[in-house]
């Protein structure tokens, strides 16, 4: 197994470079897209318009990062799932398979992890100081789209597999995602949640929430909470 292992890392880092101009292509397009961001919500202010704004961009910050993660996997994953498919069903002379799902998977989880990372970090980066974010909680924040990232990643490979077809993959992985904004919003604030889909709200990507009452009206805003 830990050959397979090591044999699928070296191949799957192989690949990763082979998409270095998609990459730079998709890091160009994702800081345009943080500085228009971040322009258009430029050094919010702290009364409670500003309050209310802080907690709408955090929240549109999170749903980016996701669907662009979720996108980008749902566009190659059907496409490689052809050649892992035959590479499976072949067999060694000694009757053992090439590799098994279990080290293809987590070489795939090594290799392109920190990519699916990176890319919502710089989006972050950028739009958290010209929105004027906390800059004390700059890392938390970072840190948490990172882990979205990879989750929405992760998503993005499960609709893939399941998919007959690139196409079918592209029409179900939004719907996929609006529905895990949809039920992630336990605060109310874009939809009340019916009590017997509560059950799945626990596998939502995106959260919101509201925090404890508080006599102070700064505090009676909707804030994200992002899992």
């Known amino acids: 197994l830990l050959s397979q292992f ?26 345009v897209l943080a500085l228009a961001f971040g ?32 996108i980008k996997t749902l566009n190659s994953f059907p496409r490689e799932r052809c050649v892992v498919k035959k590479e499976l069903a072949k067999t060694r002379t000694d009757g053992s398979r090439l590799y098994g799902i279990g080290p293809y998977f987590l070489s795939k989880l090594l290799v ?35 882990l979205q990232g990879v989750s929405a990643s992760a998503v993005g490979m499960s609709v893939g597999a399941l998919a007959p077809s690139t196409e079918a993959a592209l029409a179900v992985g939004p ?9 992630g919003d336990s605060g109310g604030m874009f939809a009340e949640v019916p009590k017997f889909l509560k059950p ?11 925090p404890c009452p508080s006599p102070h009206p700064i505090h009676s805003f909707f804030f994200p909470s992002f899992s």
């Open 175 to 183: 719907v996929v995602m609006v529905l895990s904004i949809m039920l």
């Open 112 to 146: 392109e992890s920190p990519v699916d990372a990176f890319f919502p970090v710089l989006f972050g980066s950028i739009v958290g100081p010209l929105s004027g974010l906390n800059p004390r909680n700059r890392l938390a924040f970072l840190g948490t789209l990172a």
């Open 39 to 70: 322009t258009c919500h430029f050094r919010l202010g702290h009364g409670q318009k500003g309050i209310k704004r802080r907690g709408a961009v955090m929240m549109q910050v999170c749903i980016n990062s996701a669907m662009m993660s979720t």
């Open 200 to 210: 799945a709200a626990k596998f939502s990507l995106i959260k919101v929430r509201s």
């Open 6 to 31: 090591f044999h699928l890392v070296g191949r799957a880092f192989t690949q990763t470079r082979r998409e270095g101009a998609v990459h730079l292509t998709r890091a160009a397009g994702t800081v």
